[in-house]
């Protein structure tokens, strides 16, 4: 319902589903000591109706030590948030895609500085443009083709996207949608800035398809999601997890209240096997499953045991890699301020805070968030760091 209706209050007050652990994640938790529950921070924002529910993960490389849930999953129904909920991740995949690939550079496969036209040969040729404006654009050759760092640090002069991924990001296979950005010209010389680009880590996706001989969702899943029990990490949500999904919400315009929404950039059902996989912002996941490959991340590359990722690997994805440009960024990850972690367009969030040893997953759908909405983040990271940092 898009009429603004949700300003309710009884129906609101009071709900905070603090509950056990979802099966993914298989560690102790230590929730027995008073005021160790981010639920209760969170709640505010929920009974102030800027937020409709989150589910929140605070764990270190071993044990989880919190996971909430709050507020609501499907306000007009009165499903309660619940700590299995399923989230459309949006951009938090592209550290996942990375670590895929780092699996192919640890084996020997990929090198990072190759050039992309070295896995891709629709790459080869490419031009840079120096000018432009309503009537013309003058070109020339860039100093040097990509790189595979270059795709996964935001700095080939990709765009964010190409004019045929419309009106969602999922329709057209893979291949097509990399191709397609092979055939545009550069926005500027590789390494010469930082500019956010989907293309970039689709292109990534690509060199993986190319590499193993396999669709990317295949390897994505055999190699990664799998070993790490992520299970619940997904293209394609099933019925049982289409169940669980959290509904969307946007700010209706008073700003004092919500309206439900769709994920604009992806083809609804969801579940349709016609969707096409998104290296860059399609995965659906669980607060349990992030935990899984954060957990991985803060050992070393190593979880549960079993070696997924060599520990230089880990370093060079969770490191900045951007030289000296302004921006923060390793293969992936945002790596400042002593976090390494990504967020996603409908404001989920997750990092390892490597000073505190924490690692927070916050979980939320939202599609925007004004005024006291850009809190809610902070104050569940600060209260961890409170409750939990050492």
Request: hydrophobic share 40%; net charge negative.
């Amino acid at each position: 319902m898009k009429n603004c209706m949700l300003r309710i209050t009884a129906y609101f007050a009071s709900l905070t589903v603090a509950s056990c652990l979802c099966d993914g994640v298989r560690a102790q938790v230590t929730q027995d000591a008073p005021g160790k529950s981010m639920a209760a921070v969170l709640q505010p924002f929920v009974d102030s109706h800027t937020l409709a529910g989150a589910v929140t993960l605070v764990a270190t490389a071993d044990k989880v030590l919190s996971v909430d849930a709050v507020g609501y999953a499907d306000i007009v129904a009165g499903r309660p948030m619940r700590t299995d909920c399923l989230f459309w991740i949006a951009s938090q995949s592209k550290p996942i895609t990375a670590a895929a690939l780092m699996i192919l550079v640890d084996e020997g496969h990929v090198c990072v500085d190759d050039p992309v036209e070295k896995y891709l040969p629709e790459f080869q040729g490419q031009w840079v443009k120096v000018e432009q404006d309503q009537d013309h654009m003058l070109l020339r050759k860039p100093k040097h083709a990509i790189t595979v760092k270059n795709v996964l640090t935001h700095t080939s002069g990709l765009p964010f996207k190409s004019p045929i991924e419309e009106p969602t990001l999922d329709l057209l296979p893979l291949a097509a949608r990399v191709r397609s950005y092979a055939m545009l010209p550069l926005d500027f010389e590789p390494d010469a800035k930082y500019q956010y680009s989907n293309a970039g880590i689709n292109t990534a996706g690509r060199i993986i398809e190319v590499v193993s001989g396999m669709p990317f969702e295949e390897f994505l899943a055999k190699r990664l999601l799998e070993p790490l029990g992520m299970k619940d990490t997904t293209f394609w949500p099933n019925a049982d997890q289409l169940a669980r999904l959290a509904k969307s919400y946007q700010p209706c315009a008073d700003g004092k209240s919500l309206e439900e929404t769709t994920i604009t950039q992806l083809k609804y059902p969801l579940d349709d096997g016609v969707r096409q996989p998104m290296p860059a912002g399609g995965l659906f996941s669980t607060a349990a499953d992030l935990c899984s490959f954060y957990r991985m991340l803060a050992a070393g590359g190593v979880y549960e045991g079993r070696r997924i990722l060599s520990e230089q690997a880990v370093r060079q994805m969770t490191s900045k890699q951007t030289g000296d440009l302004g921006d923060e960024y390793g293969f992936g990850f945002a790596t400042g301020s002593g976090k390494i972690g990504h967020g996603g367009a409908y404001s989920t969030n997750s990092c390892y805070d490597r000073n505190r040893q924490l690692i927070m997953i916050f979980l939320v759908q939202h599609a925007g968030w004004p005024g006291d909405g850009a809190k809610i983040l902070p104050a569940f990271q600060a209260a961890a760091a409170e409750a939990f940092g050492h």
